[in-house]
């Protein structure tokens, strides 16, 4: 992780982890899936001195996405999903506020190809595919960190529900065997709620990606 911090804040009703991701030397901050409370995330990227330069979205559902227009107003900085997601932002229907009395909708100014990486200063973040969760769902990778970012794909000992509109859990499974599983087992993973762990770990406690059943 040399030369790139990270800080997490839990936001939002249902304890959402937002990521703060910032290159040391340039300063440049991105933003992954800002749950709510604009005003203590922009604090947050404050207190680090950084300079914030884009917001990633794992996924659209209400939980991850409260502060993004706030955040873009701001700070004048694009949002970024893949691009299956694209009509999951903009639907509260598809995205869950509405079904949890809260709905939401926003969007995305540029819409990302799974393989496609993009530069955070000096530290590549390659965009993998893992629908499941959503239709669009992804995960943001820094491979010269070790990093994997994903939103509700994977969890510490469990995987993300399927019960919402678009999920599909055949889909969430080949995502997590075919894309995640084959990361190297140091790959720490920062899921979009609950507590950090790696790929090796989830291999040895995770009945979803247990060796056994790969």
Known sequence: MSGLR?????????????????????????????????????????????????????????????AVDA????????????DAEASLLEDPGLNASAL???PTKTSADRLLKDG???LLGSHPVRVI???????????????????LFC????????VGRTDLPTGDM????????ERLAVLPDETGV????????DIGEQKSVNPYLSMGDL
């Open 190 to 197: 920062f899921p979009g709620h609950g507590d950090a762990t």
């Open 100 to 102: 949890f009395g809260c």
């Open 170 to 177: 055949s889909a969430l499974m080949k995502s997590i065997r």
């Open 71 to 82: 955040l873009r107003r701001a700070w004048n900085v694009p949002c970024l999903c893949l």
């Open 6 to 66: 990270v800080e997490s804040m839990v936001l939002g009703l249902v304890e959402t982890n937002t990521y703060l991701l910032m290159d040391e030397e340039t300063g440049a901050l991105a933003v992954i899936d800002p749950a709510a409370r604009a005003e203590d995330i922009a604090r947050k990227a404050d207190e680090m001195n950084g300079k914030p330069c884009m917001i990633l979205l794992t996924h659209g559902h209400f939980d991850h996405i409260g």
């Open 116 to 118: 496609e990486e993009i």
């Open 129 to 147: 595919a893992t629908p499941g969760h959503t239709v669009g769902g992804c995960c943001y990778y820094l491979p010269e960190d070790g990093l």
């Open 151 to 158: 939103g509700d794909t994977l969890f510490d000992g469990s």
